[in-house]
């Protein structure tokens, strides 16, 4: 069995464009979905920003290489004082699935949301996502609530 190399989750920086736009590509493809070009450079700017109301970026990195991210953003909630915390997109590279990649990143975003004073995290996922929904049961609660969205 070989050791597993150290892990540093940590804030997105600039640099990191490339290998952000890399992972979160490979995400969407796995949501078999894409975003045009104006996209990529709202979304990465937004996480670069420093303004409350944007989406937050955590990146995975082994030996000098991204190999997973998280986005997630705090809100308002109308039953809640506190804000709340949205995890929007969570991907770990293929070859480092089952490393516990997912989970750091899960946990940094738990630990944000409990230094910004937000009680609840939660995300969606597709009910297929058998993989994912592995590591979900053992880091969350499943809920029964069932998403909906404005026609096209």
């Known amino acids: 069995m070989t ?10 920086r600039a640099a990191d464009e490339a290998d952000w736009r890399r992972l979160w590509t ?10 045009p070009e104006a996209v990529y450079t709202s979304s990465f ?9 944007d989406f937050h970026g955590l990146v995975a990195e082994v030996d000098g290489k991204l190999v997973g991210l998280v986005h997630y953003v705090f809100h308002r909630h109308g039953w809640r004082i506190e804000n709340v ?4 997109d969570l991907y770990a590279d ?4 089952g490393t516990g990649i997912g989970r750091k990143l ?20 597709q009910d297929d996502n058998y993989t994912g929904r ?12 069932i998403k909906y969205q404005r026609s096209a």
């Open 85 to 88: 915390c949205y995890l929007q």
């Open 106 to 125: 899960i946990e940094a975003v738990y630990e944000a949301a409990d230094t910004a004073g937000a009680p609840s995290v939660y995300w969606l996922t």
């Open 134 to 145: 592995q590591l979900y049961d053992r880091v969350g609660q499943l809920t029964n609530f």
């Open 3 to 12: 050791a597993t190399p150290p892990v540093t989750i940590r804030p997105l």
């Open 26 to 35: 490979a995400y969407l493809e796995f949501y078999n979905s894409s975003v």
């Open 94 to 97: 293929p070859a480092v699935r």
């Open 45 to 53: 700017a937004r996480l670069l920003g420093d303004d409350p109301q």
